[in-house]
C-alpha cells in the first residue's frame, strides 16, 4: 500500500515539473520568437546597414550573451535558398567563428528539406554543433508570407544551456527537452545531451508523439541507464516540443524499501523469539523421541550397544528403558547368529533361526561336491597335531573362499575333506556352472598354495574333487536334541564316488555325464573310460575339466603340475 501511494505521489510531482518545465519553455521560445522578429524586422528593412543597426544589433546580443546569431534566409521563385541579412554576437568570436561563416556553413548542410516545413508555416527547432564542437540549439521561424507560403525565414543560432537553465534536476527528479522527432534537444546530463541522441523509441516518448494528449505518465525501461523509471511528459505547445520529466524507480522506492525492510527485519525478530521459545517449549518432548529415533538407526545399522538415559518417569521415559532392553535382547540374538554363521552357510543359517527348517526334509534338485587331500594320513603321521591344524586352517579357507564367491555353501568338513552344495538350499540356473568354475579356480588356488609351502620347506598338497548333480533330500537330520541341515540321496555318493575315483584316473578333478551334458558348451572337458562304482549297476560315463570355452568356442586351459598324478586302485569303482 505504501509503495502504490509513492507511485501515485511520485507520478504526480513528475507530472507537475514536466507542466512546469513546459511552461517555462514555452515562455522562453515565445520571448525568444518576439525578439526575433523585432531583430528580423530591422534586418529586412535596414538595405544600406546604417550605423544604428548595428548599434541595435549590439545592443540585442548584448542583453542575451546566449542568442549567437540571427539570419535572414530567402528562398527565390526557383527555391534556392540565400542568406539576406545576418546579426552575429561578438561570442561567436571566443567560438573562433567572428564572421559567423562556420555557423552559416553547419545550418546550410542542413540542407532544403530541412526548412522545407518552415516554409510551410512551422517553426522547427534542433540541436546543432557549435563551432567549438558544444552542443547548441537552432530554430527556424516563419517570417514574411507569401501567398500560402513563406518566403523568408528568420534561423536563429543559441547556446544549449540557454534552455538548460529551464530545466530540473533536483537530485530525484531530472527533466529534459526533447524535439518533435524524439531526439534530445537539452538534458541535464552533459553525457546524455549528445546531438541527435534518439530517445523516439522510449515507450513514454512514443507517447508524447503520438500527440492524442498534451500530458502523461507511465513506468518504462531505459536502456542507456539499464534501468525502470516512472516518468511523466508533457507537450511545450511550440514547434513540436515536449518535456520529460522521470525518476529512478529505485529511487522512488527507497524509502518504501526502508520500510519494508525495518518491518521485515521486526517480522523476523518477532519471529525468531516465538520459534526459540516454541523449541525450548516443545525441547523436553521432542528431543528424548529424537534420541529415540537415532537409537533406531543405530540398531538398523547393526550397532546394538545402545544406552538411553531416560529422565523422569513419563511414558517416554518407560519407552527409553524398553529399549535398552530390546537392544540387548537382539545383540545376543546377533551373536548367535554370528556363531551360527561359523558353523553353517548365511542362507541356512537364518533358516534355523527363523524356525523355519524342522527335523526332516524336501526333495530338491542340487549339485554335490566333495574333495579330499591325498596321502593325508601319511602326511599326518609325521607331524604334530598342531601343525596339521594350521596346514589344514590354511588349506580350507582358501578353498571355502572358493566355494562362496561362486555361490555355494559348505556342508560340512570330515577332517580334510570338504562337502558342498550348489542349489540347496535356494537354486539356481547357475548353479552347475558355478560348481565347475569353483573347482577350476581351486585347481589355480592350490598351485599358489603349493609355492608359498614349498617356499617354506613343506609338502605340496594334492587334492581330489568329484562333483555330481541330482535329486536330494534336503533338510534337518537327526534327533529334536540334535540336528544337522544336510542333504542325502543317491547323487550324494556318487558325487562322493567321483571325488574317490580321481585316485583311480591319476587326475584332480572328475565329474559324471550329468554335469556334462549340462555345461557342455562353457567348458572343455576329456572323457575317460567308463567305470562302475559301488551300488551301482550300470558303468558311468566319467569326464575330467581342463579348462572354459568363450561365445566364440576359443579354449582357455587351466592346468597345473598338481592336475594329475600316479594312479591307484580306489576301493570304490572298478572299470
Known amino acids: ?69 540571427l539570419y535572414l534566409v530567402h528562398r527565390d521563385d526557383g527555391s534556392k535558398l540565400s542568406v539576406l541579412k545576418s546579426a552575429l554576437s561578438e561570442e561567436l568570436d571566443a567560438l573562433g567563428d567572428s564572421q559567423g561563416v562556420k555557423t552559416l556553413d553547419s545550418i546550410l548542410k542542413l540542407g532544403e528539406n530541412y526548412f522545407e516545413p518552415s ?39 543559441l547556446r ?69 523509471h516512472l516518468g511523466a511528459f508533457r507537450s511545450v505547445g511550440f514547434a513540436g516540443l515536449g518535456v520529460i520529466a522521470e525518476v529512478f524507480e529505485s529511487t522512488a522506492f527507497e524509502a518504501a524499501n526502508r520500510v519494508r525492510y ?41 550397532n546394538f550397544k545402545i544406552n538411553l538415559k531416560p529422565k523422569g518417569r513419563d511414558e517416554v521415559a518407560q519407552l527409553s528403558i524398553a529399549f535398552n532392553e530390546m537392544a540387548l535382547g537382539l545383540e545376543e540374538r546377533d551373536r548367535v547368529k554370528e556363531t551360527f554363521n561359523k558353523f553353517h552357510s548365511k542362507e541356512i543359517a537364518e533358516k534355523l533361526l527363523s524356525g523355519e527348517v524342522k527335523l526332516g526334509g524336501e526333495r530338491k534338485t542340487a549339485t554335490i561336491f566333495f574333495s579330499d587331500v591325498r596321502g593325508f594320513t601319511a602326511m599326518s603321521e609325521t607331524m604334530a597335531p598342531e601343525e596339521v591344524v594350521v596346514m589344514l586352517n590354511e588349506y580350507m579357507t582358501i578353498m571355502v573362499s572358493i566355494i562362496r564367491k561362486n555361490k555355494g555353501i559348505v556342508d560340512k568338513y570330515v577332517g580334510d575333506a570338504i562337502m558342498a552344495l550348489w542349489g540347496v538350499p535356494l537354486s539356481s540356473p547357475d548353479d ?60 550324494v555318493n556318487t558325487a562322493s564316488r567321483m571325488e574317490s575315483m580321481t585316485k583311480e584316473y591319476g587326475t584332480d578333478f572328475l565329474i559324471p555325464n550329468t554335469i556334462r551334458n549340462e555345461v557342455q558348451n562353457l567348458f572343455v572337458f576329456e572323457q575317460f573310460e567308463s567305470a562302475k562304482v559301488k551300488g551301482k549297476t550300470d558303468a558311468i560315463e566319467v569326464f575330467t575339466v581342463h579348462g572354459y570355452k568363450d561365445a566364440t568356442g576359443k579354449e582357455t586351459l587351466v592346468k597345473t603340475e598338481y592336475s594329475s598324478y600316479s594312479k591307484e586302485k580306489s576301493d570304490k569303482s572298478a572299470h
Open 1 to 69: 500500500m505504501f509503495v502504490e501511494d509513492n507511485t501515485a505521489l511520485m507520478q504526480q510531482m513528475n507530472l507537475d515539473t514536466a507542466t512546469n518545465v513546459a511552461h517555462q519553455v514555452r515562455e522562453l521560445f515565445d520571448g525568444l520568437n518576439e525578439r526575433s522578429r523585432i531583430l528580423g524586422t530591422v534586418l529586412l528593412e535596414d538595405k544600406k546597414k546604417a550605423s544604428s543597426t548595428d548599434q541595435l544589433i549590439k545592443s540585442f546580443f548584448s542583453k542575451d550573451k546566449d542568442f549567437l546569431a
Open 119 to 157: 516554409f510551410l508555416g512551422e517553426p522547427k527547432i534542433s540541436s546543432l554543433l557549435l563551432p567549438d564542437q558544444t552542443s547548441g540549439v537552432l530554430f527556424v521561424l516563419p517570417f514574411v508570407q507569401t501567398g500560402p507560403t513563406f518566403s523568408h525565414l528568420l534561423v536563429g543560432v
Open 160 to 228: 544549449q544551456k540557454k534552455i538548460l537553465s529551464t530545466l530540473s534536476d533536483s537530485g530525484i527528479i531530472t527533466s529534459f527537452l526533447l524535439d518533435s522527432t524524439g531526439k534530445v534537444l537539452a538534458h541535464p546530463d552533459s553525457t546524455r545531451a549528445a546531438i541527435d541522441e534518439d530517445l523516439s523509441s522510449l515507450p513514454i516518448v512514443k507517447q508524447l508523439l503520438e500527440g492524442k494528449v498534451n500530458n502523461g505518465q507511465t513506468r518504462y525501461f531505459d536502456p542507456q541507464t539499464q534501468a525502470w
Open 262 to 302: 525495518r518491518a521485515s527485519l521486526i517480522a523476523l525478530i518477532i519471529l525468531c523469539l516465538a520459534f526459540l521459545a516454541g523449541y525450548l517449549y516443545s525441547g523436553s518432548i521432542t528431543w528424548p523421541i529424537k534420541k529415540l529415533v537415532h537409537a533406531a538407526h543405530q540398531i538398523s545399522n547393526g
Open 432 to 491: 552347475t556352472k558355478n560348481a565347475v568354475t569353483a573347482c577350476l579356480e581351486m585347481r589355480e588356488a592350490l598351485a599358489k598354495l603349493n609355492e608359498l609351502r614349498i617356499s617354506r620347506g613343506q609338502n605340496a598338497l594334492r587334492i581330489g574333487m568329484g562333483l555330481n548333480r541330482g535329486e536330494v533330500i534336503a533338510g534337518n537330520i537327526g534327533s529334536e536334541e540334535k540336528m544337522e541341515y544336510t542333504v542325502i540321496g543317491d547323487a
